[in-house]
């Protein structure tokens, strides 16, 4: 059994930054993929940033140039570094951690972004 944690998100300015934390636990022997999506009221949840193991990372064109993930492997984090915010980034974003058991998801954290 895989524990993912999110922390992070909140509310901040068109044009500011938030930055989202992820944590896996439990019993984990290899982590593939990492990844956050978001859903936003009315909407299917879409992709915003994956990064693989060895840390290839894939963006859509909606945040690129503006969201940085990372991992450390080590320390089974992925962090969510969001600049530049803009009113359509508001949603409830998740965290996804893929793995040889399958691919496990945490509860999620709202990120308004609002003047």
């Known amino acids: 059994q895989v524990q993912v944690a999110e922390s992070g998100g909140g509310t901040a300015q068109p044009g500011g930054s938030l930055r989202l934390s992820c944590a896996a636990s439990?019993?984990?022997?290899?982590?593939?993929?990492m990844g956050w999506y978001r859903q936003a009221p009315g909407k299917e949840r879409e992709l915003v940033a994956t990064?693989?193991?060895?840390?290839?990372?894939n963006y859509p064109d909606s945040v690129k140039g503006r969201f940085t993930i990372s991992r450390d492997n080590a320390k089974n984090t992925v962090v969510l570094q969001m600049n530049s915010l803009r009113p359509e980034d508001t949603a409830v974003y998740y965290c996804?951690?893929?793995?040889?058991?399958?691919?496990?998801w945490g509860q999620g954290t709202q990120v308004t972004v609002s003047s």
């Open positions: 996804k951690i893929s793995t040889g058991l399958g691919a496990f």
């Open positions: 990064i693989s193991r060895l840390g290839t990372t």
């Open positions: 439990g019993r984990i022997f290899s982590f593939n993929a």
